[in-house]
């Protein structure tokens, strides 16, 4: 994991980020499951030298106490929260779920940008990318 980025450097990588996808779902189309999507990203990170963690396990507190544990399909960079969807629909609760994500990560709590991208496979020919900040 590295510093903390300026907002042109997050924007830098989330652009990389989508690159990524893009490619990857040109090459394999629709109809995977996300962990085969999610293991083509890893590849393709490796290959460019994007720091990831894989099913990051984030802390759930409510006043102080522990509810339990989300994970996160992947942090990268120690900055982005990326989460991926092979669906043929999306619904509000997919935003949500990466909202809530942010809500519990404590990496970003002291931090001024907080990113997530949703990555939805299996979209007809098109792969779709959700941003927040």
């Given amino acids: 994991m590295s510093s903390a980025k300026t907002a042109d450097e997050l924007n830098d990588l989330s652009h990389r980020i989508i690159g990524v996808a893009i490619d990857i779902h040109k090459k394999l189309g629709p109809g995977f499951q996300e962990k085969i999507y999610e293991e083509a990203l890893l590849k393709e990170f490796k290959k460019a030298e994007i720091g990831f963690e894989k099913q990051k396990v984030v802390r759930v507190d409510y006043n102080g106490v522990n509810l339990g544990n989300q994970r996160i399909d992947l942090l990268v960079d120690g900055e982005i929260i990326v989460e991926i969807k092979a ?28 990113s997530t991208l949703n990555l939805f496979f299996r979209m007809s020919q098109r792969c779709k990318v959700y941003c927040s900040d």
């Fill in 87 to 114: 669906c043929s629909k999306i619904i509000t609760l997919f935003r949500d779920q990466v909202l809530s994500y942010l809500k519990s990560c404590s990496v970003f709590h002291s931090r001024a940008h907080q």
